[in-house]
């Protein structure tokens, strides 16, 4: 057994050592585009997205803002709670603790640079700004294929088709390569983050009439019962030895410079500003009424 834990850790290392390497070749390779990777990563990064973004959508329709808000709310708390529960590495932390660590003869042979945007204080998986941008997209852009659908005859064909989906590829593409040129996630951390995005949206879909219909009471005990669970997963935490706030100490071990650190994008600051969302549409269900 303890073998076959040392062979998957093993093999964890080499696979994260590997992609240090992505991230090398972003910085290197796409510093041309330093304007575009950081409005991606400051603009749209979820606390806009909630801010600005999502209540601009409100102009063209109160249906899509609800949509939005909703799925937006509920995958942006999956996303918290996986950063809560499971804190993975950032690039610049592993690549950091290799070099402390004298245990590691063989240091990573990559050099990366840390930006003021690099210092994150939640752990990686599943990179938030992947997967809330790329449900913010996805809705978006099937909102106006939907509504154009019926208007033009040019917008059935396959090639306004095709020429969507590329725009929609392109857009989340452009996202992972500004976490991966900031070095603020792991390639895999990007591509699981839509990924869990595009399946929790489709969950959602899904089940959206149901959702939808819950009254008052079941919405506001199931919030309850998240806060709840995020408490007792720090109490657990606790009772196992385990830092719930390791995230927190790695993003202040290595940022060269601790006023660049913001307290909004700690695991803590995410799941209160999630859940408070989510008591917000839970007040107000059943939310078909509205
Ligand atoms: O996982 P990412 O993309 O590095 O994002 C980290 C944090 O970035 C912040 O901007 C978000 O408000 C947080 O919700 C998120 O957890």
């Known amino acids: 057994m303890e073998s076959m834990v040392h062979i998957i850790s093993e093999a964890y290392h080499k696979t ?37 973004f999502i209540p601009l959508c409100g102009i063209f329709s109160q249906e899509i803002l609800l949509h939005l808000f909703s799925a937006f709310t509920l995958i942006s708390t999956l996303n918290s709670f996986e950063k809560w529960i499971f ?12 070099f402390a660590n004298k245990v590691v003869v063989e240091k990573p042979a990559v050099a990366l640079e840390s930006h003021q ?11 938030a700004h992947s997967m809330t941008f790329t449900v913010f997209v996805l809705i978006l852009a099937s909102f106006f294929f939907v509504r154009y659908w019926d208007r033009s005859v040019a917008w059935r064909s396959p090639f306004c088709r095709c020429i969507m989906y590329l725009l929609i590829i392109g857009m989340v593409v452009c996202m992972w390569l ?18 869990l995005g595009i399946r929790a949206l489709s969950t959602f879909e899904g089940n959206v009439k ?29 009772e196992l030895n385990i830092d719930p706030h390791w995230s927190v100490r790695e993003a202040f071990k290595w940022c060269p410079e601790p006023t660049y650190l913001r307290h909004e994008v700690g695991p803590i600051f995410a799941l209160v500003r999630d859940l408070g969302n989510l008591m917000g549409l839970a007040l107000a269900s059943p939310l078909y009424k509205l």
């Open 117 to 127: 945007l690099s210092c994150e204080m939640s752990g990686g998986l599943p990179c």
């Open 16 to 52: 994260l050592t590997r992609e240090l390497f992505i991230n090398e070749w972003a910085q290197e390779r796409l510093s041309f585009g330093k304007p575009l990777w950081h409005f991606l990563s400051v603009q749209m990064e979820p606390n806009n997205m909630f801010n600005i």
């Open 178 to 195: 500004s976490r991966l040129y900031l070095a603020t996630e792991f390639l895999h951390q990007c591509i699981l983050g839509s990924y």
């Open 210 to 238: 149901y959702l939808f219909s819950r009254p008052r009471r079941y919405a506001v005990s199931a919030v309850c019962f998240l806060g709840g669970l995020a408490l007792s997963v720090y109490y657990v935490k606790l």
């Open 87 to 98: 804190p993975e590495t950032r690039p610049l932390w592993f690549l950091r603790e290799q």
